[in-house]
């Protein structure tokens, strides 16, 4: 019950496309959401979370969707640039009762193809 | 760069050794965390502080141990060493460690031959 189904493995897309990663989480006690960014050879960054209270979440080029009913939640990259190749990970935790422990998904590799 | 510290930023050690991994949160954060990072595993939580309390536990191994110290710094020990061992370790850092941000470290690569 505590984990977070990440999807596509990898993703291809053209500079200025739209890139879009999905996750699915099976505890509905998670309450916070947030998107990490990693490149090779260092540490996940953070890029946007999100809490269950709203539906959607913008900041940038960068949008989560969170749809609470399905217990689904997604990333969508606009306008995306070969800089944006990295490795994504979803991640969902449960303020109330593990602290904040974070459960990752298995993360998306995204190629931005100039 | 997030502001959390790790050391160092390889280890290469043999099966059945121990070694000691170290963090510096960043500055005004009370919490730390461990993960580890494997292709196998994916990004896992170890083990999270609090002002030198322990606050939740992942799954760590009884291999490993892990403290907080008084000037809040972090140590993840690893011992009697195995093959699978061999991961990305990353530290991360929090203010509260309820509900918000955490902040990754660089990580340290550990290589056991």
């Known amino acids: 019950q505590q984990q977070v189904k990440q999807s596509p493995q990898s993703l291809i897309v053209q500079k200025g496309g739209i890139s879009i990663i999905n996750c699915a989480y099976e505890?509905?006690?998670?309450?916070?959401f947030p998107w990490y960014q990693q490149f090779p050879g260092k540490g996940p960054a953070l890029l946007i979370a999100?809490?269950?209270?709203?539906s959607e979440k913008k900041e940038g080029r960068f949008t989560i969707s969170f749809n609470k009913s399905a217990k689904q939640f997604s990333l969508h990259i606009m306008d995306s640039q070969p800089g944006d190749s990295a490795t994504y990970f979803c991640?969902?935790?449960?303020?109330?009762?593990?602290?904040?422990?974070?459960?990752f998904g298995e993360g998306t590799q995204l190629t931005v193809n100039p | 760069d997030s502001g959390v510290t790790q050391t160092p930023k390889h280890l290469i050690t043999a099966t059945g050794q121990r070694v000691t991994l170290r963090c510096s949160p960043r500055?005004?954060?009370?919490?730390v965390y461990w993960y580890q990072q494997s292709l196998d595993q994916g990004l896992q939580f170890l083990i999270q502080?609090?002002?030198?309390?322990?606050?939740a536990k992942g799954n760590i191994l009884e291999r490993f141990s892990a403290q907080q110290f008084p000037d809040l710094h972090s140590e993840l020990n690893l011992s009697s060493l195995e093959l699978g061992d061999s991961a990305l370790y990353f530290c991360?850092?929090?203010?509260?460690?309820?509900?918000?941000?955490?902040?990754f470290g660089p990580g340290t690569r550990l290589l056991v031959l």
């Open positions: 991360a850092s929090s203010v509260t460690g309820i509900g918000e941000t955490q902040y």
């Open positions: 505890n509905t006690a998670f309450d916070y």
């Open positions: 999100i809490r269950p209270d709203v």
């Open positions: 991640a969902a935790s449960n303020s109330e009762t593990s602290g904040s422990r974070l459960t």
């Open positions: 500055s005004g954060d009370l919490s």
């Open positions: 502080y609090y002002n030198g309390e322990e606050r």
